[in-house]
């Protein structure tokens, strides 16, 4: 069937943060790999601001003028959109199809960027928390749920794994781990409340003993936050405090070294880290809230009761009346210390994890989601002529090529 006769569009331009070390780069770069998979032309492009997240992921992309396809994605926040749609020149919307595809992680959505709404033709969710909670202030402007592939990790080391010596990590086992970015907001993130909990686990350090690695990034600004993270576990020599950036490969050996990945979040929009991890066959132990529940149950990963409690004002930038979960740390002390012990345990929700995100969060099977969201469409009020999406087909193909 030919492209025109299936009701997918000649191409798709999509704006991103491609050379973010981030969550919202890792989002651009899985979905340029799932539209790959799906064999839709795409030309990836730049915003007009960078993230604050470090620049240092490496990615092929075009200058917007360059992006002309009929159907543009942005991965911009709500908040990002209007201001971007003032910035760039008219040509660039002029007779397209623009859809947001936007990331939240409570149920509700402010007023203030709800207004979003009015300048996109549909919003791509990537999980069901985040398109419920976008339906319900979305009026006319519809909601697809996608799906966003999950890259399976690769270590470096011989035959897959560094050593911890290596790596610079304790060598007690097993080893916990937990992964949070500072302008992700550490309220939400609630790496203190893994750290309580693996200490009411595991009190004392004991020789060879658990151990607990918090890798946080961009803590440069947030000194306050980081003086009380690391005042919280000084007392406390296994735990250990990991900041700055590590390039794609050392987040994949960290991941590797690690027996046990844990997210005791408040909400999320997806998380990463945990699928990851899932992917790469780490056992998780996670809040049984939000994003996350698209790719884990009971059947692959631990996940801990969480009642949902306000926000509260010191919950900022989410609506202090809004929810989000407080997870028992009481269960999530269990949950480790059962792991800690039961090797074999650990390898069976590895092992199902690993299989269930090979079977639908592939950029294959992310792709055909993308492609029935695209169709769902109307097409765009005009567009660009024949001469135009012959170039913007053969920089699609000469990018692609490279990635």
Do not use: C
């Not at 409340?193 to 658990?210: Q, W």
């Amino acid at each position: 069937m030919s492209r025109e006769g299936s009701g997918l569009p000649a191409g798709v331009n999509v704006v991103g943060q491609f050379n973010s070390e981030s969550g919202v780069g890792e989002a651009a770069r899985a979905l340029v790999s799932a539209l790959d998979a799906a064999g839709i032309p795409v030309l990836p492009t730049l915003p007009i601001d960078a993230s604050p997240s470090r620049q240092g992921a490496a990615f092929r992309t075009v200058p917007l003028g360059q992006a002309t396809f009929p159907v543009t994605l942005s991965l911009l926040t709500a908040y990002e959109t209007k201001p971007f749609l003032e910035a760039v020149p008219p040509s660039f919307l002029k007779g397209r199809r623009l859809v947001g595809l936007w990331w939240w992680e409570v149920e509700l959505f402010p007023d203030f960027m709800a207004e979003a709404f009015a300048h996109v033709d549909a919003v791509w969710a990537g999980t069901r928390h985040i398109q419920d909670a976008f339906a319900r202030t979305s009026g006319d402007t519809p909601v697809e749920l996608i799906r966003y592939p999950v890259r399976t990790p690769k270590p470096s080391g011989d035959g897959g794994v560094r050593s911890r010596r290596e790596l610079g990590l304790p060598e007690g086992s097993p080893l916990f781990l937990t992964v949070f970015g500072f302008y992700s907001s550490v309220a939400r993130k609630n790496p203190q409340g893994t750290i309580a909990a693996f200490l009411k686990a595991f009190p004392t350090a004991e020789p060879g003993g658990p151990q607990l690695v918090v890798k946080a990034i961009d803590e440069g600004p947030h000194p306050d936050e980081l003086a009380a993270l690391e005042a919280l576990v000084a007392p406390h020599p296994h735990v250990h405090i990991r900041t700055g950036y590590l390039d794609r490969s050392g987040m994949d050996d960290l991941l590797a070294a690690a027996d046990v990945v844990v997210s005791l979040h408040r909400a999320e929009g997806f998380g990463y880290t945990p699928a990851e991890a899932m992917a790469l066959g780490r056992p998780v132990i996670a809040t049984g809230y939000s994003g996350n529940l698209d790719y884990m149950d009971s059947r692959s990963a631990v996940l801990i009761d969480a009642p949902l409690i306000p926000i509260g004002e010191d919950g900022g930038p989410y609506p202090p009346e809004s929810r989000w979960a407080d997870p028992d740390l009481g269960q999530a002390a269990e949950a480790m210390r059962l792991l800690a012990r039961d090797p074999a345990l650990r390898e069976r929700l590895g092992a199902a994890g690993k299989a269930d995100l090979a079977a639908r969060f592939s950029a294959q099977a992310a792709g055909e989601t993308m492609a029935a969201a695209l169709r769902q469409l109307p097409p765009a009020p005009g567009g660009p002529g024949w001469l135009a999406l012959r170039k913007a087909r053969k920089r699609a193909a000469a990018l692609r090529a490279s990635r």
